[in-house]
């Protein structure tokens, strides 16, 4: 069955830095990948998305990184601000099931003044 | 605010008693998926529907549990003789395809049930 696993609990940054949140997965079938954030008391929280056939991804402020040969994702977050502290959540669509998503622990960002 | 909405946002109940949470999806989305979350821990799949359809469950929802989406809109996640290991985030997410039941889609997650079993 397919895992995910966060490489960090906790990270604290600078404001005004950038963050990077690490994040390792088990299936090398998996095709899907995901971040998340969520705030205390709220849902999770679309950021970004890649599929497989892609290495790399840029939003707004933050970009994805996907290397499949060692089934290693991160998240990098530019110039972070006090809005970004969040437990961010990298997940994976299950190879073997239509639609289910897999979780990893997470990663509680804390932001430095 | 995603436009998925949940009731209740807190649910306290005594051991023993039954629960019934609502989850209403983005209206255009047909896939209904449940979650429960516990305190530290990612979100854990508990079942999918497509429309109507209960299409996948997971073995963490056991048979005190029970899920409905009668018209292929809003859900109902039902925990019978509820016990303190029930007591988490119960998640709602909803998303649309494009009908190919393989397509990956972009999940769009509720605010949450928090379910406490004294």
């Known amino acids: 069955g397919e895992s995910v696993g966060l490489h960090l609990p906790t990270l604290s940054v600078q404001e005004g830095d950038n963050s990077i949140i690490n994040c390792a997965y088990s299936?090398?079938?998996?095709?899907?990948f995901i971040w998340y954030k969520q705030e205390s008391g709220k849902g999770p929280q679309f950021i970004i998305d890649?599929?497989?056939?892609?290495d790399k991804r840029q939003g707004q402020r933050v970009t994805v990184l996907l290397n499949k040969t060692v089934k290693h994702l991160s998240l990098q977050i530019a110039a972070t601000q006090p809005g970004d502290s969040a437990v961010y959540f990298c997940a994976v669509h299950g190879y073997s099931s239509a639609s289910k998503i897999i979780f990893g622990s997470g990663t509680r960002l804390s932001i430095r003044p | 605010d995603t436009g998925v909405s949940q009731n209740p946002r807190h649910k306290i109940t005594k051991r023993g008693q039954n629960v019934t949470f609502r989850c209403d999806p983005i209206?255009?989305?047909?896939?209904l998926y449940w979650y429960r979350q516990t305190l530290g821990q990612g979100p854990e799949f508990l079942t999918y529907f497509q429309n109507e359809a209960q299409l996948e469950k997971s073995r963490l929802l056991s048979d005190r549990f029970s899920a409905e989406r009668p018209k292929g809109s809003f859900s109902t996640l039902e925990i019978q003789r509820t016990e303190q290991g029930d007591s988490a985030m119960y998640l709602c997410?909803?998303?649309?395809?494009?009908?190919?039941?393989?397509?990956?889609?972009?999940?769009?997650f509720g605010p949450g049930t928090r379910l406490t079993v004294l």
């Open positions: 997410a909803s998303s649309s395809s494009s009908g190919r039941l393989r397509r990956t889609d972009t999940q769009y």
């Open positions: 890649i599929r497989s056939n892609m």
């Open positions: 299936n090398s079938a998996s095709d899907y």
């Open positions: 209206s255009e989305h047909n896939r």
